[in-house]
């Protein structure tokens, strides 16, 4: 498969613990990009990465959350003490440079109990 | 910061007839305005895009329209069928970010 991948697909935690999840991108492709998307709603706009660097975070993110991608290819999104407002789906996605086509993986479903 | 503002956010037609889906955006130095389709249970998925150096694009049934004036976008599907039933997503990118409106669920009405 050579799409944008997500693992896992889906994790329950309970309130308090950390989670991570990783996204695996395009191999080409140098932006990855991480969007939370609840029921109902748009994805929204965490994080994203220019090769290894990471060019801008949502005022939305708190210090719970925080994202790397160390090499350039893969990259990890952290949440610690989750809440239970930190359910949703957490969607990776990756481009080239410029106005193209970004290609979302299908998700990490997070439920927090 | 981009702001994409979205509507309507659910939209009825019947079968066969046309819909339109309409964005504005806020940031002037947004050039790229692409669309999404989410089924169920999926990824979003990309339909259609426009470049600010391009007023219009089709794509068979589907077409997109940019005023950059105005700094509206709109989606027009025709013929619409039953499998055109999803959630749409406008978005658009300035500074290399790309933001979302919050979604149009389109029922197809057999």
């Known amino acids: 498969d050579t799409g944008v991948s997500q693992d896992p697909r889906h994790k329950i935690t309970k309130r308090g613990q950390n989670v991570t999840f990783r996204c695996d991108p395009i191999s080409e492709h140098n932006r990855l990009y991480w969007y939370r998307q609840t029921l109902g709603q748009g994805p929204e706009f965490l994080t994203y990465f220019q090769n290894e660097a990471q060019l801008e975070k949502s005022r939305l993110l708190s210090d719970r959350f925080s994202a790397e991608r160390p090499k350039g290819s893969f990259s990890t999104l952290e949440i610690q003490r989750t809440e239970q407002g930190d359910s949703a789906m957490y969607l990776c996605?990756?481009?080239?440079?410029?106005?193209?086509?970004?290609?979302f993986g299908q998700g990490t479903r997070l439920t927090v109990v | 910061g981009e702001n994409v503002e979205q509507h309507p956010s659910t939209l009825s037609v019947q079968e066969g007839d046309s819909a339109v889906i309409k964005c504005t955006y806020s940031d002037s130095a947004s050039n790229y305005f692409p669309w999404y389709k989410q089924e169920l249970g999926k990824r979003p998925q990309l339909i259609i895009d426009?470049?600010?150096?391009?007023g219009e694009k089709k794509d068979q049934r589907i077409a997109v329209t940019l005023n950059k004036t105005a700094k509206h976008f709109s989606l027009h599907i025709t013929e619409t069928q039953p499998e055109d039933s999803a959630v749409y997503f406008c978005?658009?990118?300035?500074?290399?970010?790309?933001?979302f409106g919050k979604g149009t669920r389109l029922h197809i009405l057999p």
């Open positions: 996605a990756s481009s080239l440079v410029g106005n193209t086509e970004a290609f």
């Open positions: 978005a658009a990118r300035a500074d290399d970010k790309i933001i």
């Open positions: 426009i470049r600010s150096n391009v």
